[in-house]
């Protein structure tokens, strides 16, 4: 496939990963796109602005799912959310690079796909300060705690598995992070530096991983 690799960035919810990405949508102002989902009419208010929308029929999106079609997917408020194969693709035909944010099942999916994008996971520099940061959430899925913790704790040595991500940050000081994240991602300002009008675009996931955990 034709086009800049593209940037998976993954990690247990409130690892901080909308954090560091919205540093980069702002530091790269101009040069991030926008992101491309494919929600179910009738569609809820989009999760931002930004976000472009690409409908399809219940049917079509079923059988897109079962030919294996999506990385991602799931079902909101009775709407079905997913990010296809085909949609990164189109992002890469248009020399952009797509980042996306996607669960440990997504990272699973993608690596049964050619988009051999680059693999990095955000990781909380532990559980005890990941409850802190995340304990709005919580409140709000109190009875699927349990399941989260055990996702979290999967997701953190899941994360250690060779091979598995090229790069394994550790969220602790955020500053520092973002820094090892601007290196991972280094591949992609050596090839927008050089001229190839590779602009980086943020795809975001069905965004709700959280709910389902
Ligand atoms: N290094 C850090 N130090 C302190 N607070 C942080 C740090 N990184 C993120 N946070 C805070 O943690 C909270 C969760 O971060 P964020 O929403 O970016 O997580 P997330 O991984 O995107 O979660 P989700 O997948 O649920 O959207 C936010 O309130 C954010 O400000």
Redesign the pocket.
Known sequence: MAGPRPVVLS????????????RLLNDYEGVFGFSVSRPMPPPPPPPSSNTDYHFVSREEMEQGIRNGEFIENAVFSGNMYGTSKAAVQAVQAKNQICIL?IDMQGVKNIKKTDLNPIYIS?QPPSIEILNL??IQ?LQNFVESLSKRVEAVLAGGQLCKEPGLFDSVII????KE?YGQLQGALSEVSVQHDAGCKHDLLFVSNV?L??VFL
Do not use: E, H, R
Not at 11 to 22: D, E, H, N
């Open positions: 990690g247990p919810s409130g690892a901080g990963k909308s954090t560091l990405l919205k944010d955000i940061y995340d959430t969220n602790d000081d955020l992070a965004g991983s959280s």
